[in-house]
């Protein structure tokens, strides 16, 4: 079931004493959602929402910068050898 055609899925489900509602199998399919997915529960005017949890929180580039280690340091000199190679092989082709 694709997850455009679920839009107009109607089922009813029930909330159990302690409090736990059941996501209707082909909506867990569709959605890929396994055992332990973790959802904000947000209240809306319309009713409640159930967004499922970002796997990562929200990073700034600087937080992130430098986490990856660097196989191979260039120097300049070997940087601008990489490009002048370049720029002759793209001018080469072209011509």
Request: proline fraction near 5%; hydrophobic fraction near 45%.
């Given at each position: 079931m694709e997850i455009a055609n679920?839009?107009?899925v109607?089922?009813?489900t029930r909330l159990s004493s302690k409090g736990q509602v059941?996501?209707?199998k082909a909506i867990r399919t569709a959605h890929q959602w396994e055992s332990g997915a973790e959802f904000n529960v947000i209240d809306t005017p319309e009713g409640v929402l159930l967004q499922p949890?970002?796997?990562f929180a929200p990073s700034s580039l600087d937080e992130v910068a430098g986490c990856l280690p660097m196989?191979?340091?260039?120097t300049q000199h070997e940087i601008d050898i990489a490009i002048?190679?370049?720029l002759k092989r793209v001018w080469h082709d072209s011509n």
């Open positions: 679920l839009s107009k109607s089922t009813v059941i996501i209707p949890k970002a796997l196989v191979a340091k260039k002048a190679q370049k």
